[in-house]
């Protein structure tokens, strides 16, 4: 009975992590390309999803499996256990998918990350121009006069708001070098414009052209939150 319990949790354990391999693929190629994870701290979400699903899923298996039991029971419990496991996989994967990021909106002198679920699912404004896949625009406070709190806070994330960056952002652009790496100080030079990108978990900084086409984003040197 032992050796059959081993083996069915063993099992369990490696289609369990094939599957949730495959789920972060999906989710660092396409929702959070690097270093896009990183700004937003989607790995720390990953990871925990990966770690409830490979732990609930096998232990579950563990404990009701058993040689002794008809064929009929061991697909019964076996069809309640992955109900359960894709159930825990496929809510975890709707909450990360809400999160992917959109857009990036210019405020303040600064890029913020525009996730789905802020921006409620808008993604049709063809006006604005993308890198990568992902709208860049701007907005600026002059926006948000005559609006309540909350109006003002939808404005933020409200993509149909967003206009295309202007180069007078140029005359605003960061001049602290120190938080830009090296190679990516060589490899755009000092024509380049550096702006910082507030994210959730670290920042980074996105590479303009004098022509307000982005470049490049990259993560920030020595920039870090302080929950990091």
Excluded at 32 to 47: E, I, Q, V
Excluded at 111 to 117: C, Y
Excluded at 157 to 179: F, P, S
Aim: proline share 2%; with cysteine.
């Amino acid at each position: 009975m032992n050796n059959f319990r081993s083996q069915v949790t063993f099992f369990h354990i490696i289609l369990s992590g094939l599957i949730i391999a495959v789920c972060c693929a999906v989710a660092l190629v396409s929702w959070f390309p690097y270093p896009l994870f990183l700004l937003d701290g989607t790995w720390k979400a990953l990871l925990i999803l990966a770690c409830v699903d490979l732990v609930i899923g096998p232990l579950l298996t563990f404990i009701v499996s058993g040689s002794q039991k008809a064929i009929r029971e061991r697909i019964f419990d076996f069809s309640i256990i992955a109900f359960i496991q894709i159930s825990a996989l496929a809510f975890g994967l709707m909450q990360i998918y809400d999160q992917r990021i959109i857009g990036f909106v210019h405020l303040n002198n600064e890029f913020h990350l525009v996730s789905a679920e802020a921006a409620n699912m808008k993604l049709k404004n063809n006006n604005l121009p993308t890198f990568e896949g992902r709208y860049f625009g701007m907005i600026t406070y002059k926006d948000f006069n005559g609006l309540t709190k909350t109006e003002a806070e939808y404005a933020m994330y409200n993509i149909d708001k967003y206009r295309v960056l202007k180069a007078n952002i140029i005359k605003r652009a960061m001049a602290n070098e120190n938080i830009v790496p090296e190679k990516t100080l060589t490899e755009y030079g000092k024509s380049a414009v550096y702006k910082v990108i507030y994210g959730k978990r670290r920042n980074g900084i996105m590479v303009l052209s004098e022509n307000m086409e982005v470049l490049d984003i990259v993560l920030a040197k020595n920039v870090l939150m302080l929950d990091e």
